[in-house]
């Protein structure tokens, strides 16, 4: 199957400082990523879909100037969580759909905690 | 929009069967399953195109009712390596190639 890598998959950092994650596409190319929260026992929440060569569109609630979202080319998408604050700990994975029928191949997920 | 799975949670001896439901209140275009163990990725089971379909992965199935708006998740003689969160995910035929996923399904199997 296709295979999608992130980095870093674990970072701790201070209150206040930037995080940047990448998501990769190792083997295909990807117009589109999709960029997913997932707190502990819980359901993967769709944050925002990244899109090459254009702005990302963002779920309602997530806030656009605190998530940023760069779709350098087709193959890495990043996500930068800008002055992350304790509440911002979470996994976050993103996905990448082959796309002839949509499968996601997702990344091995970033887990995020912030002092 | 997040589709509604049950049940939440699932005990199961070893070689036992088990059903996971997923429904949506939207007109679907795929339904796609993932099962994802304790602090790993989601990993793909399957997709469902077309109503009506259903389709195996070793002793894992699934079926698509597109009328009813609802997939089905079959285990059947369940293993030990079964055990995690089973999601399911709906694309809408709005097709934006969004995936929405439910709450998930916890199954653990004992031995």
């Known amino acids: 199957g296709a295979v999608v890598s992130q980095h870093p998959s674990r970072v701790i950092c201070k209150s206040g400082t930037s995080v940047k994650i990448e998501c990769r596409s190792l083997?295909?190319?990807?117009?589109?990523m999709f960029w997913y929260r997932q707190f502990p026992k819980k359901s993967l929440m769709l944050m925002a879909t990244?899109?090459?060569?254009?702005?990302?569109?963002?779920e309602q609630g997530v806030e656009k100037d605190k998530f940023l979202i760069n779709h350098a080319s087709l193959t890495l998408s990043t996500l930068t969580v800008t002055s992350a604050h304790p509440e911002d700990s979470s996994f976050y994975i993103c996905?990448?759909?082959?796309?002839?029928?949509?499968?996601?191949?997702f990344g091995p997920g970033t887990r995020l905690t912030v002092l | 929009q997040q589709p509604v799975q049950s049940p939440q949670a699932v005990i199961l001896r070893e070689g036992e069967d088990a059903v996971i439901n997923c429904s949506s209140s939207k007109a679907l275009y795929s339904v796609h399953w993932y099962r994802q163990k304790h602090g790993e990725a989601p990993v793909f089971l399957m997709i469902l195109l077309k109503g009506g379909e259903q389709k195996g992965h070793e002793k894992i199935s699934a079926s698509f009712n597109e009328k009813k708006q609802q997939s089905s998740l079959y285990l059947t003689a369940s293993q030990l390596s079964y055990s995690g969160t089973y999601f399911c995910g709906t694309e809408t035929v709005d097709r934006d190639d969004k995936i929405i996923f439910g709450k998930g399904t916890r199954l653990h199997i004992l031995p």
């Open positions: 990244s899109n090459e060569g254009s702005k990302a569109t963002y």
């Open positions: 083997d295909f190319q990807a117009t589109t």
């Open positions: 996905s990448a759909p082959k796309k002839r029928h949509n499968e996601q191949f």
